[in-house]
């Protein structure tokens, strides 16, 4: 009986170290047991294995960035925890520096590029280079002057010039002059300084007396305000690209003690400037471009990394007017913005 069995044993190690031999060559080959030979790329629950995500912004320099940078980092972590597509964020304080960005996120092979220009004609190259290396490109809020992007979310633009035109004149009754503040040079600035210049001109009894930049900053904004006040001793009403802009105008005016000024209106739709319209301030308009918008984009960008073809290349969010009759449906005391 024991001569038997020591012939069992002697039989079955080898048997076992083969199998031992065998299971070894499967994982350094990269399967796993029950994988049935598959790679991870694709695989597994989430369908978001292996995926990552560019996302490259501007740096915070205004209330309005600083909230469209936190809502697309939530929403790319929302993404992360229910598909497992992981995500890149960069932020860049000028032109050269996003395009570096970019070229790093190319580098690292994403699966698409989710990018807001700081300027488009100086980030419209490094789009390009990015369509070159055949990454899907999510374009926001500014567009580039090239079709390098293969879907554009951005707010109606040239809407919010063309309404805040049309408020003008019908303030006015079609005479006035005014005061444009506008962005930095990028398609958001174009669209909307001929949304309204184009509304204006149309009456022969407005005139547009000065236009100059704030760069969507507030400080700014209160500082080229300061001189054309100087230099305009009659103006009836200021248009700015942004509730940023135009609460440093709005400073402007109060400091240099100008009464001709009936009102001011900006772009956005934050939180300070829907409670300076609440309160009857001097700021009587705004037009909605709201900084959730990007997380169109970045859900975008995600489903197009996972296979997904998108439904449409151009996403284009209502530039509604909010005024002292309907400004407590978009107040949100709780808002960041």
């Known amino acids: 009986m024991k001569k038997v069995l020591l012939l069992v044993l002697v039989m079955l190690v080898p048997a076992l170290a083969a199998a031992c031999g065998n299971s070894e060559s499967n994982e350094e080959a990269g399967g796993s047991s029950g994988d049935g030979g598959e790679t991870s790329e694709g695989s597994g629950s989430s369908g978001g294995e292996d995926l990552t995500i560019g996302i490259s912004l501007p740096s915070a320099t205004h209330g309005w960035m600083g909230a469209l940078i936190d809502n697309a980092e939530s929403k790319a972590q929302e993404i992360e925890e229910a598909s497992g597509v992981e995500y890149i964020m960069t932020n860049a304080e000028d032109p050269n520096t996003q395009a570096n960005d970019v070229n790093n996120l190319i580098s690292q092979d994403v699966d698409a ?3 807001l220009p700081i300027e488009s004609a100086a980030l419209s190259p490094v789009g390009q ?3 070159e290396a ?5 374009v926001v809020d500014r567009e580039l002057d090239n079709d390098a992007a293969d879907v554009v979310v951005k707010g109606d633009n040239q809407g919010i010039g063309a309404n805040a035109g049309e408020y003008f004149i019908e303030q006015l009754n079609g005479e ?3 005061v444009e503040i506008t962005g930095p040079p990028n398609s958001v600035t174009e669209q909307r300084g001929s949304g309204f210049q184009e509304a204006v001109e149309s009456e022969d009894g407005m005139e547009i007396v000065a236009s100059q930049s704030g760069d969507f900053s507030k400080e700014k904004s209160l500082e080229v305000m300061q001189n054309i006040l100087q230099a305009q001793p009659e103006i009836d009403a200021v248009f700015t690209q942004d509730d940023g802009m135009a609460l440093g105008v709005q400073q402007a005016v109060k400091e240099a003690g100008r009464d ?3 009102f001011i209106t900006g772009a956005g739709g934050s939180k300070e400037v829907f409670e300076n319209i609440r309160d009857g301030g001097l700021i009587q308009a705004t037009f909605l471009y709201a900084p ?3 997380r169109d984009g970045v859900q975008i960008a995600a489903d197009i990394a996972q296979g997904e073809e998108p439904e449409e290349s151009m996403v284009i969010k209502e ?3 909010v005024t002292e009759e309907n400004v407590d449906e978009f107040y949100n005391p709780d808002s960041k913005y």
């Open 134 to 138: 055949d990454i899907p490109l999510v």
């Open 176 to 178: 006035g002059k005014v």
């Open 260 to 262: 001709d000024i009936q």
């Open 113 to 115: 590029i989710v990018m």
């Open 319 to 321: 530039a509604t007017q």
């Open 129 to 131: 280079q990015v369509k």
């Open 292 to 294: 959730t918008m990007v």
